[in-house]
């Protein structure tokens, strides 16, 4: 945790690059408040993940642009040097096998303004994230559901939804 000495917010990262006036409230108003040479790197980060996950929302959390479905799938946010992107710990495992020109700690993978940046890849991280988050809609159905009803699998999940569930699980939502 570090504390802006200028505007005192708090942030995961030492030296989090960040706008000192009145906080982003959108990931636009968060890239447009970024150093210039880091907004198109962020712009196209925004937009492969926006494109591979369109069913989750966009907020700031952490300070952070933040795709959210039930919880936060992804999170990224520019520092001096790199774009770090957040996916959680068992994301970065996962693809560990294709990360092996970045630098990454536990649930962060830097992606540096010096290297062009791996859209395919971002997109199917964030893809993953979201299946993760349906798996686990899934299993919580499955394991709270009347014995009579029948098992949900992802096809049925999101009929039944509309798309995966937003809030908690929630098995009214899915209705039988
Ligand atoms: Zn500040």
């Given at each position: 945790?570090?504390?802006?000495?200028?505007?005192?917010?708090?942030f995961?990262?030492?030296e989090?690059?960040?706008?000192?006036?009145?906080?982003?409230?959108?990931i636009e108003?968060?890239?447009?408040a970024?150093?210039?040479?880091?907004?198109?790197?962020l712009?196209?980060?925004?937009?492969?993940?926006?494109?591979?996950?369109?069913?989750s929302?966009?907020?700031?959390?952490?300070?952070?642009?933040?795709?959210?479905?039930?919880?936060?799938?992804i999170q990224f946010?520019?520092?001096k040097?790199?774009?770090?992107l957040?996916?959680g710990?068992?994301?970065?495992?996962?693809?560990?096998g294709?990360?092996?020109?970045?630098?990454?700690s536990?649930?962060?993978?830097?992606l540096?303004?010096?290297?062009?940046?791996?859209?395919?890849?971002?997109?199917?991280i964030?893809n993953?994230?979201f299946k993760?988050?349906v798996?686990?809609c899934i299993?919580w159905?499955?394991?709270?559901?009347?014995v009579?009803?029948?098992?949900?699998?992802?096809?049925?999940?999101i009929?039944?939804?509309?798309?995966?569930?937003?809030?908690?699980p929630?098995?009214?939502?899915?209705?039988?």
């Amino acid at each position: 945790m570090w504390v802006c000495p200028k505007c005192g917010r708090s942030f995961k990262n030492m030296e989090q690059s960040h706008y000192c006036g009145k906080p982003p409230a959108t990931i636009e108003e968060y890239i447009a408040a970024q150093p210039e040479e880091a907004q198109d790197y962020l712009l196209q980060i925004n937009a492969a993940i926006k494109a591979s996950i369109p069913e989750s929302k966009e907020k700031i959390s952490w300070s952070m642009p933040t795709y959210w479905k039930g919880r936060n799938l992804i999170q990224f946010a520019a520092s001096k040097r790199h774009i770090g992107l957040y996916p959680g710990p068992e994301a970065v495992e996962a693809f560990a096998g294709r990360l092996t020109e970045y630098t990454t700690s536990k649930g962060t993978i830097q992606l540096p303004y010096s290297k062009p940046l791996p859209l395919e890849l971002i997109g199917e991280i964030a893809n993953w994230c979201f299946k993760k988050y349906v798996n686990h809609c899934i299993q919580w159905f499955n394991h709270h559901r009347p014995v009579k009803q029948t098992p949900v699998n992802e096809s049925n999940l999101i009929t039944r939804c509309g798309k995966a569930t937003d809030e908690q699980p929630n098995w009214n939502q899915v209705g039988i």
